[in-house]
């Protein structure tokens, strides 16, 4: 074949010169980043395969060198090299140097082609420092080399090398017998017309790679990198072609809804196009080939990919119309007509519910194709449209009537209307989780603790394993107030709704009493069953089973664990008395349980002002209580003033006679019983900032909500009851029916499956926060497997997160005690070890925590929740796999694997596995 018949079609008149590329790049290769270095690529690459295409080649190799040159050799008859006798060049300068000089739209060279314009490799040529061609073609081994476009030769390797510019190509040697013809390119591109930092992109070349021998089964495909520290080889070939894709695309663990259905077909259509000559026709006639393969799956997630004489059309475009067309008249029209699908007055489904779960390929081969860019991102021949809407239209119908596949046709239709139902409930779900804080009275879940703040950014949810996260008190239940006037929790909830707040107390991790203020007093559960804890005092408490109660020695226990005899973390109040040896009459004092000694409260509630900038008067050292009231402790109700005002106010406060409560008596605060009752009430809870406990009027200390620590400003905690529905088994509507899924769903508000929303998400991270034990390995990998399936946007931005609460606590003895918390048996016994070599003695057995309940508030803040000092692991999609695959082995259908691993696995524990 000669270049006269090959390359010389177009009137070579008109041609512009490879300047117009260099002067503005982007506009040729679709941009001057890392995506248009790759574009260089795929053009040579597309040279190569349309000589596959064509049936003239069977292998394409791609090398990557080492100095970032990219080399592309191919099989084929290789370029033309005779003279042309418009131009007066060979035809390998022709292609090379000439935009539009490609002979793929006259009609002699290839009957469809990935070509635009041809302008593919002369622009490439046009943007490298170097570019050398290697042609194999009757019996003779040609060479000739460019420097930006100029023909010519190197006197050595690389683009340092000396050019020697001249024209025309050299003939180095004759063909040995059966050695394959082909042409062979290999170019460096010139880093001047790109961006800074731009550059080949390897992941993309290898997908590039893949893609295209899928869509040419004849062509086997290999790609050599010896760019990283270590030579690789691959290969890819694949003779099933689009059904080989359509098995490589599908989600894993989507499992098949329908068979693969196949449409193979031709089709004609008309445009107004140019002649051999460049004279505009109308109504030329042009003929179609499409090969498509799709199936639906039982996930949500969609993959469609588009293709056009093997170029990847990443937007889609005028097949993909056809495509989408066909199957909107062909099913709706089928679940119209079948009985029992639609409900009376429901909606047919959309576009969107007939695409949920599918995996597609289309591929076209046309001739002449037309573009919405130099890119080839995306189909705009307006012809193709009707085409495939013709062919697959056909096809669906008789799927659908036929009489072996009617049944799974049925089955794809109901996918269909249950999607269309699912995307419904996901929108009213969506609507009612718009972003709002507790204080704006959003409809969320009643076990959702919400945090105050309203920035997306630094906000926390914490996912947290059990409901014994959310221990509560009865309505009714009196708290201690630095006031001096308890409240109960339900007058609490409604002033704290009213915007009022209350100040109660605490007690940090030694047992000294603070004076703090009491966040979100709300309502928790309804119905919750209860305990009565009776103390030595004669008070008694109700709560959950489940609402810790503080010992005297610091630690924590369950209502329904405490023993008759404990002795809980007392809150001691007295009446201050000068016949007593107090300096001052009537003033309240607490005891201080670390130093045992009493301390006038005012002095305590003075301390939290100071420490929180709150006291800003100076004019004297002198802090009184405002109105009078040596009783009210509010910090709000302590201010400085000088001597004058404060002999004034004593003067005012001998005119009052009230009278003084006494004061109770120092008893010891032990637990005389606890007995489970048959009622159930309302119960409520609330928040202390830092230390994470609160008193009660009874007298003792009991821990605050969701038995860890948290700053309410910005953590949120959503607890969950054991282990949620197993989702690689549920339909969508079933994870969206389940309470514990519907919750996570709702809180984070921003919807589910296909519907999902990364930037409507409430929370900045969102944590899962599960026990360190077997148990909670389970509960992390369903939850895992829950944001992998139907929130997978928030895994692939980097907010999905699971806390590493310690597994050990390993304590020295002595004065100067040192506490270490360690995450797995080596670490603990290297850590052992270590310290009884410095001669340190360490506690022992050590405990080992089996829940986070195990330890107390302030070691699980510092430990788990505090940025500052807590430990967390990002999940990534690695994760998901892995987790993926051990829901596969325990609850998968297959018997066999899983009876194995039972076997490998009995009479050991895999602590590694157990802790990831």
């Known amino acids: 074949m000669t270049a006269e018949i090959l390359y010389g079609a177009d009137d070579l008149t008109h041609l512009e010169g490879l300047d117009a590329v260099r002067k503005r790049p982007g506009m040729y290769i679709g941009s001057t980043d890392s995506r248009g270095i790759n574009h260089l690529a795929n053009e040579i690459i597309d040279n190569c395969t349309d000589e596959g295409v064509g049936g003239h080649a069977t292998k394409v190799a791609v090398i990557l060198h080492a100095d970032g040159s990219l080399q592309v050799d191919d099989d084929g008859r290789g370029i033309p090299t005779a003279i042309n006798t418009k131009s007066g060049l060979n035809g390998v300068e022709l292609v090379l140097t000439r935009l539009h000089a490609g002979g793929k739209f006259g009609g002699s060279g290839y009957k469809t082609s990935g070509g635009l314009h041809g302008v593919g490799a002369s622009a490439v040529n046009a943007l490298s420092l170097r570019f050398d061609v290697t042609v194999k073609r009757e019996g003779k081994v040609h060479e000739i080399s460019f420097q930006r476009g100029v023909p010519g030769s190197f006197d050595g390797p690389g683009p340092q090398a000396r050019f020697h510019p001249e024209s025309g190509l050299r003939v180095v040697r004759k063909m040995k017998r059966g050695e394959p013809t082909g042409t062979s390119i290999r170019y460096w591109y010139d880093a001047r017309y790109f961006e800074t930092g731009a550059r080949l992109d390897v992941d993309a070349v290898r997908a590039k790679l893949r893609n295209t021998a899928f869509l040419v089964p004849g062509v086997m495909y290999t790609l050599r990198d010896e760019t990283a520290e270590e030579t690789t080889n691959e290969t890819f070939h694949f003779p099933h072609g689009l059904t080989d894709m359509v098995e490589f695309l599908t989600h894993a663990g989507d499992k098949p809804v329908s068979g693969l259905l196949q449409v193979n077909g031709e089709g004609t259509y008309k445009e107004n196009a140019a002649d051999a000559n460049g004279v505009m026709q109308s109504n030329v006639e042009r003929r179609a080939e499409v090969e498509i393969a799709f199936r639906w799956g039982t996930g949500y997630e969609r993959t469609i990919e588009c293709f056009t004489n093997t170029i990847r059309n990443t937007h889609g475009g005028t097949h993909r119309k056809g495509f989408e067309r066909a199957l909107v008249r062909a099913l709706t029209e089928a679940i119209r007509n079948t009985r029992g699908l639609l409900k009376p007055k429901e909606d047919p489904p959309v576009l969107d519910d007939l695409l949920e779960g599918m995996t597609a390929v289309i591929h076209v081969r046309i001739p002449e194709p037309q573009f919405t860019s130099q890119t080839k991102d995306e189909l705009s021949t307006a012809g193709i449209t009707r085409v495939l809407q013709g062919l697959v239209e056909a096809h669906i119908k008789e799927w659908i009537d036929g009489r072996r596949t009617k049944a799974e046709a049925r089955t794809v239709l109901q996918k269909v209307v249950d999607a269309a139902r699912v995307r419904l409930t996901q929108k009213q779900q969506k609507d009612a989780a718009r972003r709002k804080t507790a204080l704006e009275g959003a409809s969320m879940p009643p076990k959702l603790v919400d945090c105050r703040a309203t920035g997306i950014a630094q906000s926390e949810l914490f996912i947290v394993e059990g409901d014994s996260a959310l221990g509560c008190f009865t309505g009714d239940t009196l708290v201690a107030l630095a006031s001096g006037a308890p409240r109960s929790f339900a007058d609490l909830a409604t002033d704290w709704q009213r915007g009022v707040t209350h100040f109660g107390y605490t007690t940090n991790k030694a047992g000294r009493v603070v004076v703090v203020p009491l966040v979100e007093p709300r309502l928790t559960k309804r119905d919750a069953p209860l305990v009565r804890v009776t103390l030595d005092n004669g008070e008694s408490v109700r709560c959950t089973p489940d609402h810790q109660f503080r010992l005297r020695d610091g630690s924590y226990r369950r209502a329904d664990h405490l023993a008759p005899g404990d002795s809980l973390m007392p809150l001691y109040r007295s009446v201050s008395a000068t016949s007593a040896g107090d300096n001052l009459n009537g003033y309240e004092k607490v005891w201080m349980n670390d130093r045992e000694e009493w301390v006038y409260t005012h002095y305590v509630a003075d ?258 929740m505090n940025p500052a000092t807590r430990t967390v692991r990002r999940i990534t999609l690695d994760d998901v796999e892995r987790a993926e695959g051990v829901l596969e082995l325990l609850m998968g259908e297959r018997v066999e694997p899983r009876r194995n691993w039972l076997i490998e696995s009995s009479g050991r524990i895999d602590e590694e596995a157990i802790d990831a």
């Open 607 to 864: 301390g939290h002002n100071l420490r929180n900038g709150t006291d800003n008067i100076t004019n004297g050292k002198v802090r009184h209580h405002i109105d009078c009231d040596k009783r009210n402790n509010d910090p709000r109700n302590l201010r400085p003033m000088t001597h004058e005002a404060h002999i004034a106010l004593h003067a005012a406060m001998m005119a009052d006679n009230r009278d003084l409560r006494e004061a109770a008596a120092p008893v010891n605060h032990t637990v005389t019983t606890v007995d489970r009752l048959s009622e159930t009430a309302d119960v409520y809870d609330l928040t202390v900032d830092g230390y994470h406990n609160f008193a009660l009027e009874a007298g003792v200390f009991v821990h605050n909500s969701a038995r860890m620590a948290r700053s309410s400003e910005y953590q949120a905690l959503l607890p969950i009851r054991g282990k949620i529905l197993n989702v690689q088994k549920a339909t969508l509507q079933q994870v969206l029916d389940n309470a514990e899924c519907s919750a996570i769903v709702q809180v984070l508000g921003a919807g589910s499956g296909r519907t999902f929303d990364l930037p409507a998400l409430r929370y900045g991270r969102v944590m899962i926060m599960a026990d360190a034990d077997v148990d909670g390995s389970h509960i992390r990998t369903l939850l895992i497997t829950l944001f992998a399936k139907y929130m997978r946007p928030v895994i692939e931005a980097g907010r999905l997160f699971a806390a590493m609460p310690p597994l050990h606590k390993v304590v020295t003895k002595g004065r100067n005690s040192e506490t270490i918390f360690t995450y797995t048996q080596q670490e603990m016994e290297s850590t052992v070890a270590r310290l009884e070599r410095e001669g340190k003695s360490v506690v022992k057995p050590v405990p080992r925590f089996k829940g986070l309940g195990e330890m107390d508030a302030e070691e699980l803040w510092d430990t788990t």
